[in-house]
Structures are given as structure tokens and as C-alpha cells.
């Protein structure tokens, strides 16, 4: 499905064989590290952890249409591979998985993440909002930043997803909704989660553009990315855009798929995996070779170490913070409780 | 709205900022002005944009401010708060309004787990300076969901601020201090008081001293003290001239603040009267009338000569308008109220 008008400039230009190579780094990058989170899990180094093993091309694809100069993503729990294309702090990423803050600990205005969100479709209404905003702010060049925001067919069975959907559309706001339909709610295929065929064909409904994509094809993500930024960018309003992509690990690292899907039954689904698709296609037109892509991993693996490094080394958060950040002004029932914490834990 | 009355006034008699208006006049004096003194205010929600609000707090805001500045939503409550959140992390200032308290239900995931949460989540890079207008309690014998009162549940949240005014003239004040203040306030405003008249005067921000989240005494007083806000203070006010009759001598503490609640101002009252009533229109179980009783018997308890009463809504659904009044705490009651306390026999 496509019904957005084909656009000019910049969004229709073709990558260079430069910012091919760079895609493919981000997808090892990204592969890798989420491969080494499960790791990191089992070994006890974090207590828990979202995979997002086969969705690498929708969220590095998409994450890179990006302008962090001017737009914002609202991502949930499973955007790593977004906040790592964004150039996000993964130690501070990372920091949400080691339970040391919800929501992370990088800076969410400085790398223009929001934090990260348990709430499927919770920020969905947040990137409407936020995208509303430029449009009351303006632009000097008149060309609006937008709001990207994540969530997947599960979170679209959400009311708020409908009513950001109608929201944006009603104020012609500069959103993109990008749909992971990665095939499963936790334990409940799409077809038993989404009625209407397709998350993209409810876009009609609200008046809205959309994108029905091969999300594991992560040169048409970024195309269809880039298309949809520029529509909004423009003042046109939302797109929806849907990346067709499938889930090959678990929920979440406390998941077991083996109670609610076969291997084969995975297999099946998967399709071909979308790094070793896009490393053939390189290969084919004669973009990257071997030694590339042995050095992508390299540096894969020289990243990693330095994000478990940096993770292991980080302190549990001082209590105090507990109570400082409830509040921009705190209040004397809070401040006495942080004082008679205090004196209690000291004495413990 | 005023301003060349008053500039008129000056000229003859002197600075006179002194106005006698009704409490929907007086909101909509301060949110106009809030407009005016904040470019990054914005006021939204359902229908208070051309219409100016069903109670017409928000009247003439859109056609002297802009359609930008103060516009009308989808019908939406949870729209409307989530989009609170994203405008308050693009810098904006919102005030929305949830169009009657029964409707922050549909809206509570983004009030409780966004709104609330977002700057201790972002660890306080993403302030959310939002004030949500919420026309409160009951009183007017509106349909099912048209009246509720809210306030401990509100309270209980953290990351939320609660206020609610009583008169005009805290309505005035309440309201620009709240929509200025960097981090989310749940304005409740006493429906049944809208179109009541009262005195406020818009230069001083506090002619009864204290500071701006403090309770206030409304009417001194030996005996007891009766604690209420929002609604319940007038009806208080009227209790103690009658009790006044009797030769009881009722204090009366306006909370104004439901969170955080000025567990000094109570102290300094109860320890002076040794007694007190709690008044809420909400239902007597978890409501704030047990956290009322319970910051008193802190601040008081080697003073208290009774335990503290409560005297309030029940725990039924609110009723239709036929039951309204046998529901929300009558004169009579509150008279049992103060007899229960003034009897009191240590056994």
C-alpha cells in the first residue's frame, strides 16, 4: 500500500554508495549489541532485557531519516536500534535495562529521544502533541521538524493510537507514525490482533497517508522514511507508515515463544534475515566486500565491549534522586521524607 | 477584561483593585491574563474555543487570543492529556480542561503514568508545567459522571499537585499561581460555585498572609475547627454563623491545597480549638478526610480533647440530583459533626 504523494528533492534522492556502507555498519552494530544484551542477561550483568533480533533494518532505516538538529522520536522499550542510529549514549541507553532509571539515563532533550516508555502506545498522543507544537512555534525556513514515533501492531490495538491518529490528522500535525508490525503481541499474532487487514489500511479512515513496507529491507525503510518526513516537514500533515518485519527472538529475555510458536513456524514467518539480505545486495552491486564487512564487525565488537564496560561500571543511583526529581519544586511532605529516609538509612 | 475600568477608578478614588465578580468571571479573568503574560500558554480542550467552555470559564479567550493559543480538541480526554504531555515537552505551557471530573477517567494512563511521571523520568529534562482545569464535585444535579470528586485519587498520585478553590477570589489567585508553577497542579473547581459573587481583589495576592501553597483561615474561631475546600468551605461558613447562635465558636480552614496539604496551618489551628471536622464531599472511605484526621493527630494529638470527625459523601456511586443532597454533607450533618466532637467522653 502507498497513497503518499510521491516527493520532491531531497526525500527522492537515491543513497550514495557511502551511506549504504554506513547502514549496513549501523545494522551489525545494532545486531550485535542486541545479541550481546541477551548475553549480558544470562550472565547476570542486567536483569532483563527487549530484543529486537530481526528488526534491525526497520529501526535503523527509519532512525536514519532523522534530523536531530530539529526533529524528535518517541520510541517504547524496544527502540534500541533507533537510539543507536540517532547516535543515542548506549551506556545510558542501556542503563534502563540495568534497572538503574526508567526511561534511561541519557539527556532525552540533548539526543531528542524521548525517555524510554513501558506504556505501549503511551507517547504515541506525546509525538502529537510535541508535533503540534512546531506547528504553533513555525519554522524560520518553513520547514516544520517532526515527531517520529514508534509503536507496533499490539500497541495498535490501543484507543490512544486512535486517538492520535484522528488528533494529528484533525490539526494537520508533522508526525510520523511508524508501525513495527514485527507479527506479535507477546504471545498473540497480528491476525488475531489486528482487524482490517493492516494497520496502514486504517490510515484511509483518518484522511492520513500511508506506507505498507518491507520493513526488513532497510533501503526501501529509509526511502519511505525519508518520503514521509518530507510530506510533514512541508505542513502536509501525518503519515503512517507500516514496516512489515517479524519478531525472531522473544518478548523480552522472561519470554519463552516456544509455548506460542513453532521453529518452523518462526522459520516460516521470519522470511530471510534482513542483515544477511541487505550484506548480498551489497555484495551484488558491488558496494562492500568481505573485508567490510569484517571490519563492520570488529568495530561491532570493540563497541560492545566498551558498552558492557560502561555498564558494569555504572553505580546504583544515589536515593536521593528518588525524591529529588519527583518535582521541579519539591514539597515539605516530600522533603521530610527524604530527610527521615535519610537518617534511617544511615542508621541502618 | 477590566483594565480601563480600573484605570478610570484610579483617576478618581485612587488604586481600587478591588472587584466584586462571580468565581467563572474571576478564572476567566485570570486565564486571560495568563495569556497575556505567557506566550507559551495554551488553553484546549472540548468546546472551549468558540463556545467558551460549557460553564464558559474559557469565554472570549479564543476571539481575543487566537485560534492558536486557545483552541477546541477532537472529543478525547485521553487525547487531550497526552497532548498535553508532547506541547509540555516542546516547551508550551498547557492548560487543558477536562470538560467535567468524571471524564479524567478515560484520561487517567495519561494523567497518572505520563503527565505525573515524565520529569522524574527524564530525570527532570522534561518539566510539565501543565495546570488541568477540572470542573469538580457536585451540586448541580447533572447527569451520571457530571459530578464526582476526585481529589484523593489526584492526591495519591505521585508527581501531581492538587489544588481547589473555594471563592472568587482564590479562584483568581489559585489559578495564576497554578499556571505558572513548572510542574503539573490539578485545579479542581467547585462547579455548584461558579455563579456565586464574591470580592477579589486582583493586586493582592494573599491579603490573609501565608504563602501560595498554604491553607487559610476563613473565620476564626475557639471551639473547633471545621477543614474543607473547594465548595464545602462556603457550606462550612454557613454551619459556624449558625452554630454561633448556640454559642459555639467554629474556626474555619479553607485547605485550599489538597497536595501538599499545610499540615502546619492545621496544626496551628487545632491546637488552638483541640477539636476538629473534617467536611468532604467525597466518599468517607481513603478519602483525604483520613489524611486530614491523621496530619492532625500528629500535629495535635497530645492537645486533641476528641478524635477527629468526619463528615462526607458516602461510599456509593454519586447519586442522580434527586439523592444529591442527602448525599453531599448537609448543614445538619456537619452540625452532628461538631456535636459528636464537642460530646466526645474519654472512656
Redesign the interface.
Known amino acids: 500500500m502507498d497513497t503518499l504523494p510521491v516527493a520532491a528533492g531531497d526525500a527522492a534522492d537515491p543513497l550514495t554508495p557511502a551511506q549504504l556502507r554506513e547502514l549496513y555498519s549501523l545494522m551489525v552494530a545494532v545486531r550485535h549489541l542486541d545479541a550481546s544484551a541477551i548475553a549480558w542477561q544470562r550472565q547476570g550483568i542486567i536483569p532483563g532485557y527487549a530484543p529486537e533480533l530481526g528488526q534491525e533494518a526497520a529501526q535503523v532505516g527509519s532512525g536514519y531519516a532523522v534530523d536531530t538538529t530539529r526533529d ?1 522520536v518517541f520510541p517504547t522499550y524496544r527502540e534500541m536500534g533507533v537510539a543507536r542510529t540517532m547516535g543515542v549514549d548506549m551506556v545510558a541507553y542501556m542503563a534502563t535495562h540495568k534497572a538503574s ?3 534511561g ?1 541519557y ?3 540533548k539526543s531528542r529521544l ?2 524510554i516508555q513501558a ?1 505501549v502506545a ?13 506547528t ?2 513555525g519554522a524560520a525556513d518553513g520547514k516544520l521538524g517532526v ?1 517520529l514515533t514508534y509503536f507496533g501492531d499490539g500497541a495498535s490495538s490501543q ?2 493510537v486512535h ?2 491518529l ?2 494529528a490528522a ?1 490539526m494537520k500535525a508533522p508526525v510520523v507514525f511508524f508501525v513495527q508490525n514485527n507479527g506479535w503481541a507477546i504471545s498473540v499474532p497480528t491476525e488475531r490482533q489486528v482487524a482490517g487487514g493492516s494497520v496502514a489500511a486504517r490510515a484511509a479512515g483518518y484522511g492520513m497517508p500511508a506506507l505498507q513496507i518491507d520493513g526488513d529491507d532497510v533501503v526501501a525503510v529509509v526511502e519511505a522514511t525519508r518520503r514521509a518526513f518530507a510530506h510533514a516537514r512541508a505542513g502536509n500533515g501525518p503519515v503512517l507508515i507500516e514496516a512489515m518485519t517479524y519478531r525472531r527472538g522473544p518478548h523480552s529475555t522472561s519470554d519463552d515463544p516456544g509455548r506460542y510458536r513453532s521453529l518452523d513456524e518462526e522459520r516460516d514467518g521470519a522470511g530471510a534475515d534482513p542483515l544477511e539480505r541487505f550484506r548480498q545486495r551489497l555484495l551484488a552491486e558491488g558496494i562492500a566486500d568481505e573485508a567490510f564487512f569484517a571490519e563492520a564487525l570488529a568495530a561491532a565488537k570493540a563497541e560492545e565491549e566498551l558498552i558492557r564496560t560502561g555498564i558494569q561500571g555504572l553505580d546504583s543511583r544515589p536515593g536521593t ?1 528518588m525524591f ?6 519539591t ?4 522533603q521530610g521524607q527524604a530527610t527521615n529516609w535519610r537518617e534511617e538509612s544511615e542508621h541502618v | 477584561m477590566s483594565n480601563s475600568m480600573l484605570t478610570t477608578e484610579a483617576a478618581v478614588n485612587g488604586p481600587v483593585t478591588t472587584t466584586v465578580m462571580s468565581m467563572q468571571q474571576a478564572l476567566n479573568r485570570a486565564l486571560d491574563e495568563v495569556l497575556a503574560e505567557n506566550p507559551k500558554a ?1 488553553i484546549f480542550g472540548e468546546d472551549c474555543g468558540r463556545l467558551g467552555g460549557v460553564f464558559r470559564i474559557t469565554d472570549g479567550l479564543q476571539a481575543k487570543h487566537g485560534e ?1 493559543r486557545v483552541f477546541d ?2 472529543l ?1 480526554e ?2 487531550i ?12 505551557h ?1 492548560i487543558p480542561e477536562v470538560q467535567f471530573d468524571g471524564f479524567a477517567y478515560p484520561a487517567i ?2 494523567i497518572v ?2 503527565m505525573a ?11 510539565m508545567p501543565i495546570t488541568l482545569r477540572v470542573p469538580s464535585f457536585g451540586g448541580i444535579r447533572a447527569p451520571e459522571h457530571h459530578g464526582e470528586s476526585l481529589e484523593a485519587l489526584f492526591a495519591h498520585v ?2 501531581l ?1 492538587v489544588v481547589s478553590p473555594s471563592n472568587p477570589h482564590e479562584a483568581y489567585h489559585l489559578l495564576k499561581y497554578a499556571a505558572t ?3 503539573p497542579v490539578i485545579f479542581m473547581e467547585p462547579k455548584s460555585r461558579y455563579w456565586q459573587k464574591g470580592e477579589v481583589d486582583t493586586a493582592s495576592h494573599d491579603p490573609a498572609g501565608g504563602s501560595p ?1 498554604g491553607a487559610k483561615v476563613m473565620r476564626e474561631g475557639r471551639h473547633l475547627t471545621l477543614v474543607a475546600w473547594g465548595a464545602m468551605v462556603a457550606r462550612c461558613l454557613q454551619v459556624a454563623e449558625l452554630a454561633a447562635e448556640d454559642g459555639i465558636d467554629v474556626e474555619v480552614l479553607d485547605l485550599r491545597w489538597l ?3 499545610d ?1 502546619a496551618a492545621l496544626a496551628v489551628s487545632v491546637r488552638k480549638t483541640r477539636r476538629a471536622v473534617v467536611v468532604h464531599e467525597a466518599p468517607l472511605t481513603s478519602g483525604l478526610g483520613a489524611e486530614v484526621a491523621q496530619l492532625i493527630t500528629q500535629g495535635c494529638f497530645d492537645t486533641l480533647k476528641a478524635p477527629v470527625e468526619r463528615v462526607t459523601g458516602f461510599d456509593v456511586p454519586y447519586p442522580s440530583g434527586d439523592l444529591e443532597d442527602e448525599y453531599i454533607p448537609n448543614i445538619d450533618r456537619i452540625l452532628f459533626g461538631i456535636q459528636r466532637v464537642l460530646e466526645y467522653k474519654r472512656g
Request: proline share 10%.
Open positions: 524528535f532509571w526508567h526511561g539515563l539527556d532525552p532533550v524521548a525517555p506504556v503511551g507517547s504515541v498522543l506525546h509525538a502529537v502533541g510535541w508535533a503540534h507544537g512546531q504553533l512555534a515527531a484507543g490512544d486517538e492520535a484522528n488528533f484533525v534522586e529529588d526529581l519527583v518535582f521541579q519544586e514539597t515539605p511532605v516530600l | 495554551l492558536q480538541t477532537p478525547a485521553s487525547g492529556l497526552g497532548m498535553s504531555v508532547g506541547l509540555a515537552m516542546a516547551g508550551f498547557p494512563n495519561q503514568c505520563q511521571r515524565m520529569n522524574y523520568r527524564s530525570r527532570g529534562t522534561m518539566p505521585p508527581g499537585k508553577r513548572p510542574d501553597t497536595k501538599p496539604i499540615a
